[in-house]
């Protein structure tokens, strides 16, 4: 078994296919960040129309020209991203072990799960679905039916907190530098490249943990309904004393992390 990941992970290594795959899929993510940043910025300056999600930013470029052909080709982006971080799973990691490796499969599990419940939201909207009730509300509210229902969901609002600091951190200390090959990181473009990427890791990071902080309040509330998605949280931004500033500048912030999005894709180091 062990010899079979060795060879799928060098095949995927030498693979231009794998890249062409991963730089289309960072494109599709990059434009859903674009899009809900617009929607939080829209919301900062008082337009409320619009749902600051994921699936919100989707139904709203479902009603642009050409904007259902778009939302496929997202879908699709993002279900090579699965396969990806499938591929990086099986026969990726091959120079770690321990904790530093099991550390690194579950953080490709975790990623597998975001981009597949961004296809599957690509999917649904591309099919035709209007909408309705929240996916996080929804979730809650069965998480909190069960047994030790209330730590379930106090347990997932810190889980989505401590991944939304790793992102704030993984911005600080320029991490991210190692998504983008030497070419990327240098020169005055290299200098924007890891601006970007640290203005935008950040901002996703805060908006995750403004997500966590909900499920934790819906939690010690005992009540499903206090927890939500991305648009629940940032509406409580929006209610804080300068909010609409504190808004705007997560807004940009998203924006800034959907255009290292496309550096990523130009310059991908794998």
Not at 244 to 267: K, M, N, S
Request: glycine fraction near 16%; include cysteine; hydrophobic fraction near 50%.
């Amino acid at each position: 078994m062990a010899e079979l990941s060795d060879e799928i992970g060098r095949r995927a290594d030498q693979s231009d296919w794998v890249d062409h795959g991963v730089r289309a899929g960072l494109v599709a993510y990059g434009v859903v960040h674009l899009l809900v940043g617009w929607l939080a910025l829209q919301l900062a300056l008082g337009d409320h129309s619009g749902t600051v999600s994921s699936k919100g930013a989707l139904h709203q470029l479902a009603g642009e020209p050409l904007g259902l052909a778009l939302i496929w080709l997202i879908a699709i982006g993002m279900v090579l991203l699965v396969l990806w971080r499938l591929l990086e799973l099986i026969g990726g990691h091959r120079d770690e072990d321990g904790a530093d490796l099991w550390r690194k499969r579950g953080a490709d599990l975790a990623k597998m799960g975001i981009y597949g419940a961004l296809a599957l939201s690509a999917f649904s909207v591309a099919v035709g679905d209007k909408g309705g009730e929240s996916k996080a509300d929804t979730f809650s509210a069965k998480l909190m039916s069960l047994p030790f229902g209330v730590f379930l969901v106090g347990a997932v609002g810190l889980a989505i907190i401590g991944y939304g600091v790793g992102q704030i951190w993984r911005g600080l200390s320029e991490k991210h530098a190692k998504h983008l090959r030497a070419e990327g990181r240098s020169g005055e473009a290299g200098k924007a490249y890891l601006l970007l990427g640290k203005v935008g890791y950040v901002a996703k990071g805060i908006a995750i943990g403004l997500v966590g902080g909900l499920f934790c309040y819906a939690a010690l509330t005992h009540d499903p309904k206090k927890s939500g998605g991305l648009d629940a949280a940032l509406q409580q931004v929006l209610q804080q004393p300068f909010g609409p500033v504190l808004l705007g500048a997560i807004g940009l912030g998203l924006i800034c992390y959907g255009l290292f999005c496309f550096a990523r894709a130009r310059h991908l180091s794998r």
